[in-house]
């Protein structure tokens, strides 16, 4: 035979139903329950779930006509422009080795979010990049970057909307502190404090394209949707955009992980007063959620650098809407471990000037 034994959430003791206050008392920290708040927050625990409706119309017979499709033989990528345009070379990898064939049915984007920085101000862009980035490799900072290569390109997304509802729990401390002579008292308050609310989520934006670096893509965000149009094969004209390689499906367990970070982080911020808080619980839920395929600009810029007698080439991204830019170039291990000892030789020795200065003062 099993016995029901229900635990404090604050401190882990054992909890007792007393019959006055009709409620679970806690003997060992002092905190009461309802039970159906303890039964309620055993059952919770941190289950999550989080569904979208897939998008699922098709290329119209009249846009496949109007579009070229083309396959890079080096990279694998497919991009794809209006039949008017010529692709030379891959967006990517520069290869000129790409192959044209017929557009195949698949998921047609919705919108596309059009270039409002032109190449001349993204050249101007990638050239002011270096100017204060004391740390970047001097190779960088002491030669002419020269541009390899500009690319226009449009890069799939996936816009996620939906309306979640989240369940928190947290343990919080206070900690008050007294003294008896010689001794000092701390006591310590143990609480369960609980969170649940719903937040809407609009236009949350994951990259559809394995080619793209989510690094390099989530880094390049903002971006303004209300300044999208609706899609067109006109609209890809002197442009490449790739074709999303990533379905909307496989791109939601991203999506749901950034916006369960937001909610964490939102409803956490709500949780103050305390001497020490810690989460004990999440639970967010969202079902019937909308995802949007859509198009979104990026100039991708390459330039190549001898290192140690081996050419290197890196790769530049700038928002095509914003002029935000990004790219993969490392610091300078060299530099930055100057430099903090720099600041910390600086310090140290602004410290012992001050500390000489008290002491010939006879301040202390």
């Not at 806690?26 to 309802?34: L, R």
């Not at 059952?43 to 846009?63: L, Y």
Request: aromatic fraction near 10%; include cysteine.
């Amino acid at each position: 035979m099993s016995t029901l034994t229900y635990k404090c959430p604050c401190c882990g003791a054992s909890l007792a139903y007393d019959g006055a206050s009709r409620r679970l008392q806690c003997a060992s920290c002092g905190n009461s329950f309802d039970l159906q708040d303890i039964e309620a927050l055993e059952a919770t625990g941190s289950q999550s779930s989080i569904d979208f409706v897939q998008p699922d119309e098709q290329f119209t017979d009249e846009e496949i006509e109007a579009i070229s499709s083309y396959v890079c033989q080096n990279c694998g990528a497919e991009l794809m422009t209006d039949s008017t345009t010529t692709a030379t070379e891959c967006a990517y990898c520069g290869s000129p080795a790409i192959l044209p064939q017929e557009i195949d049915a698949g998921v047609r984007p919705q919108k596309v979010v059009p270039f409002r920085i032109t190449k001349e101000q993204a050249v101007e862009i990638f050239q002011k990049f270096f100017t204060g980035k004391r740390l970047m490799p001097n190779i960088f900072l002491k030669t002419k970057n020269r541009i390899a290569e500009i690319r226009k390109l449009y890069v799939p997304y996936w816009l996620f909307d939906c309306e979640a509802y989240a369940d928190m729990t947290f343990n919080a401390e206070k900690k008050h502190y007294s003294r008896q002579g010689d001794w000092e008292i701390i006591r310590t308050d143990h609480y369960l404090v609980r969170r649940a609310g719903t937040l809407y989520f609009e236009d949350l934006p994951v990259d559809g394209s394995r080619k793209m670096d989510d690094s390099i893509t989530e880094s390049l965000e903002p971006y303004n949707v209300d300044d999208a149009v609706p899609f067109e094969p006109a609209v890809l004209a002197g442009a490449l955009a790739d074709r999303a390689d990533v379905d909307a499906q496989e791109c939601e367990d991203r999506a749901a992980e950034r916006m369960k970070v937001t909610i964490e982080s939102e409803m956490s911020s709500t949780v103050g007063g305390y001497s020490s808080v810690s989460r004990r619980s999440s639970s967010v839920n969202a079902h019937g959620g909308h995802v949007t395929p859509v198009l979104m600009p990026i100039w991708l810029i390459t330039t190549e650098k001898q290192i140690k007698g081996e050419k290197k080439i890196f790769t530049f991204a700038i928002n095509g809407q914003t002029g935000r830019l990004t790219c993969d170039v490392p610091y300078d291990k060299g530099k930055a471990i100057a430099w903090f000892l720099g600041v910390f030789a600086g310090c140290f020795g602004s410290g012992y000037l001050l500390l000489r200065w008290l002491i010939g003062s006879g301040v202390i």
